[in-house]
């Protein structure tokens, strides 16, 4: 056991970076599985961050565009609060180095993304935001002296004293290694999402619902577990993960077709393309089951400026032998999102005493059933500051030696074939359709899986977070954003509220249906 005064910080990405930013003077370590900034879905987002940065824009707009895309569970506190400061966000970004795109006034070029009623996503050099943003993160924070980051290590379980958090147990994630425990007066996770738990996903291979379960198994509550953004448009050529070809292709009028050339969103929706996510990604999830090859035709709208204005989507297509100047995108439905996690307030707190979270890793009813696309980074800004402050008060300013750590002998990686068959679960059973019966055949699998791995720590991280998917999925009888229930097509006004639950509760419906089954 190690005892330090230092803040702890569960991973690497954009929240993490930016709240220990935030805490500097305040000593911190933060816990990186890989090299800095390596593994995080922040460096991997393409479209950019959303923020009313027009004149002709507003945060109340925002929010109202946040709300209506959330489908009636966003709280609206919250989303008033955090399209308020975004503006203050970006222009801090920018004062640490950000390159964002400007125009010639030196005005912020603004990208419009689906459900946005005004064009609103900053960028970097047309796809490139999360890797620019990253950088000029990590830049600061080498050069923040109170910062310790421990790379090649990640978080495996909380230590608890009744409702508080008293330290987190870490491995090494570079071989296997035994855990050491490392006591401190504050935890701050900020461990991403869930998306890698399927097996179609647009999400670093580490992101895996890991940190979330970890809260959920010392007795976190939770929010919104079954509500999952499934991205409309991943490239479909064969890899894992499946990489994105950005929304704001869309946005700069990009069309989807179908191996028939027929534009199949015209008679889905009236924004067609820019419709809400889960209506476009179901639409192309259903031209692939009828073998229609759905793809996304950037011809017309982009010409050779796909090549230049779209770097990641260039590099990929000449990965992939496909020439976007010539010819149309396959593309296939990957998840991508989880609106879902450790429930916190607005100041970043959970229901444990002295923990802390913000990013992708909480569910703080800003996203309700659909998140509007591009405030996931800005929620990661948002909470990562709101956390710090409060952090801030609660725990005294004090000095902290650097943390030494060297892991013990023992441990292991999780099963590589079990979390195969567990991906392959979430994506067959839990995924942009559901049915109870399906639900309820992943749940089993589930629970016969965490069975047979009952002593691997990280892997039960995993089976308690897709665990909370599945369940609340189940118990969610109606369809609404993000979750779709064929055998419930529509929503149930009586069901427009957040999902709160423990993981002994999603644990207990799990019981239910293995009873069933016997
Ligand atoms: C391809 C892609 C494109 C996207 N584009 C956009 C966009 O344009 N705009 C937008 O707003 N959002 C976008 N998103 C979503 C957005 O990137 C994420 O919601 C956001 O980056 C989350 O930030 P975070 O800091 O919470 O998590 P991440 O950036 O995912 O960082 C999580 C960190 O936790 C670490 N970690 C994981 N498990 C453990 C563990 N057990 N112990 C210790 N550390 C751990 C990871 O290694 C990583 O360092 C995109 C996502 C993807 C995947």
Redesign the pocket.
């Given at each position: 056991m190690i005892r330090t005064e230092r803040i702890v910080i569960?991973?690497?990405?954009?929240?993490?970076l930016y709240a220990a930013l935030e805490l500097a003077p305040r000593p911190v370590l933060m816990?990186?599985?890989?090299a800095l900034g390596d593994?995080?879905?922040?460096?991997?987002?393409?479209?950019?961050?959303?923020a009313a940065m027009a004149a002709s824009d507003s945060p109340e707009a925002h929010a109202a565009d946040t709300v209506s895309a959330g489908a009636g569970t966003v709280d609206a506190d919250v989303a008033a609060m955090v399209t308020r400061v975004a503006r203050d966000h970006i222009l801090d970004l920018t004062s640490l180095g950000t390159p964002f795109d400007r125009d010639a006034e030196g005005g912020y070029v603004m990208s419009r993304e689906a459900a946005h009623s005004a064009a609103r996503v900053v960028r970097v050099q047309g796809d490139q935001?999360?890797r620019q943003i990253m950088e000029t993160l990590i830049a600061a924070l080498r050069a923040t002296p109170s910062a310790q980051v421990i790379e090649g290590?990640?978080?495996?379980r909380l230590e608890t004293d009744g409702d508080r958090v008293t330290g987190v147990w870490i491995a090494s994630s570079r071989a296997p290694s035994g855990e050491v425990l490392i006591e401190a007066p504050a935890v701050l996770l900020?461990?991403?999402?869930s998306?890698g738990l399927y097996a179609h996903t647009?999400?670093?291979p580490?992101?895996r619902g890991?940190?979330i379960g970890?809260a959920a198994r010392a007795g976190a509550q939770m929010a919104d577990p079954e509500f999952v953004q499934f991205h409309p448009t991943s490239f479909d050529i064969g890899e894992d993960p499946a990489p994105?070809a950005?929304e704001a292709l869309r946005g700069e009028g990009a069309t989807l077709i179908n191996r028939h050339g027929t534009r199949f969103m015209l008679d889905v929706h009236p924004d067609a393309e820019l419709a809400p996510r889960d209506i476009v990604a179901r639409a192309i999830f259903a031209e692939t089951q009828a073998g229609n090859r759905p793809m996304l035709d950037t011809r017309a709208a982009l010409g050779a400026e796909v090549l230049t204005q779209f770097p990641s989507v260039a590099e990929t297509c000449a990965r992939a032998g496909i020439d976007p100047v010539n010819a149309p995108i396959p593309v296939a439905v990957a998840a991508?999102?989880h609106m879902g996690g450790i429930a916190a307030d607005q100041a970043g707190r959970s229901s444990l005493r002295n923990l802390w979270v913000?990013?992708?890793?909480s569910s703080t009813g800003l996203h309700g059933a659909n998140r509007l696309?591009?405030?996931?980074?800005?929620e990661?800004l948002v909470y990562a500051r709101n956390a710090a402050a409060d952090i801030a008060t609660t725990v005294p300013l004090a000095e902290a030696a650097p943390v030494p750590v060297a892991f013990p002998e023992g441990g292991q990686d999780p099963d590589p074939e079990a979390v195969a068959e567990l991906r392959r679960t979430m994506t067959d059973h839990v995924g942009v359709r559901r049915t109870a019966e399906g639900l309820e055949t992943a749940l089993r699998t589930i629970a016969r899986l965490e069975a047979a791995h009952a002593d691997d720590p990280?892997f039960l991280?995993m089976t308690a977070t897709a665990t909370l998917i599945a369940a609340a999925a189940l118990a969610r009888e109606e369809s609404r954003g993000g979750h779709w229930r064929d055998d419930f097509p529509d929503p149930n006004p009586a069901m427009a509220h957040r999902t709160l639950l423990h993981l002994s509760e999603a644990l207990a419906l799990r019981m239910s249906v293995l009873n069933e089954a016997q």
């Amino acid at each position: 056991m190690i005892r330090t005064e230092r803040i702890v910080i569960v991973g690497a990405g954009l929240g993490a970076l930016y709240a220990a930013l935030e805490l500097a003077p305040r000593p911190v370590l933060m816990i990186s599985p890989e090299a800095l900034g390596d593994g995080a879905s922040s460096a991997w987002a393409q479209g950019g961050v959303a923020a009313a940065m027009a004149a002709s824009d507003s945060p109340e707009a925002h929010a109202a565009d946040t709300v209506s895309a959330g489908a009636g569970t966003v709280d609206a506190d919250v989303a008033a609060m955090v399209t308020r400061v975004a503006r203050d966000h970006i222009l801090d970004l920018t004062s640490l180095g950000t390159p964002f795109d400007r125009d010639a006034e030196g005005g912020y070029v603004m990208s419009r993304e689906a459900a946005h009623s005004a064009a609103r996503v900053v960028r970097v050099q047309g796809d490139q935001a999360g890797r620019q943003i990253m950088e000029t993160l990590i830049a600061a924070l080498r050069a923040t002296p109170s910062a310790q980051v421990i790379e090649g290590a990640l978080a495996t379980r909380l230590e608890t004293d009744g409702d508080r958090v008293t330290g987190v147990w870490i491995a090494s994630s570079r071989a296997p290694s035994g855990e050491v425990l490392i006591e401190a007066p504050a935890v701050l996770l900020a461990g991403g999402g869930s998306g890698g738990l399927y097996a179609h996903t647009t999400n670093p291979p580490r992101i895996r619902g890991q940190v979330i379960g970890m809260a959920a198994r010392a007795g976190a509550q939770m929010a919104d577990p079954e509500f999952v953004q499934f991205h409309p448009t991943s490239f479909d050529i064969g890899e894992d993960p499946a990489p994105l070809a950005t929304e704001a292709l869309r946005g700069e009028g990009a069309t989807l077709i179908n191996r028939h050339g027929t534009r199949f969103m015209l008679d889905v929706h009236p924004d067609a393309e820019l419709a809400p996510r889960d209506i476009v990604a179901r639409a192309i999830f259903a031209e692939t089951q009828a073998g229609n090859r759905p793809m996304l035709d950037t011809r017309a709208a982009l010409g050779a400026e796909v090549l230049t204005q779209f770097p990641s989507v260039a590099e990929t297509c000449a990965r992939a032998g496909i020439d976007p100047v010539n010819a149309p995108i396959p593309v296939a439905v990957a998840a991508h999102y989880h609106m879902g996690g450790i429930a916190a307030d607005q100041a970043g707190r959970s229901s444990l005493r002295n923990l802390w979270v913000c990013g992708e890793a909480s569910s703080t009813g800003l996203h309700g059933a659909n998140r509007l696309a591009s405030n996931g980074l800005l929620e990661a800004l948002v909470y990562a500051r709101n956390a710090a402050a409060d952090i801030a008060t609660t725990v005294p300013l004090a000095e902290a030696a650097p943390v030494p750590v060297a892991f013990p002998e023992g441990g292991q990686d999780p099963d590589p074939e079990a979390v195969a068959e567990l991906r392959r679960t979430m994506t067959d059973h839990v995924g942009v359709r559901r049915t109870a019966e399906g639900l309820e055949t992943a749940l089993r699998t589930i629970a016969r899986l965490e069975a047979a791995h009952a002593d691997d720590p990280s892997f039960l991280n995993m089976t308690a977070t897709a665990t909370l998917i599945a369940a609340a999925a189940l118990a969610r009888e109606e369809s609404r954003g993000g979750h779709w229930r064929d055998d419930f097509p529509d929503p149930n006004p009586a069901m427009a509220h957040r999902t709160l639950l423990h993981l002994s509760e999603a644990l207990a419906l799990r019981m239910s249906v293995l009873n069933e089954a016997q």
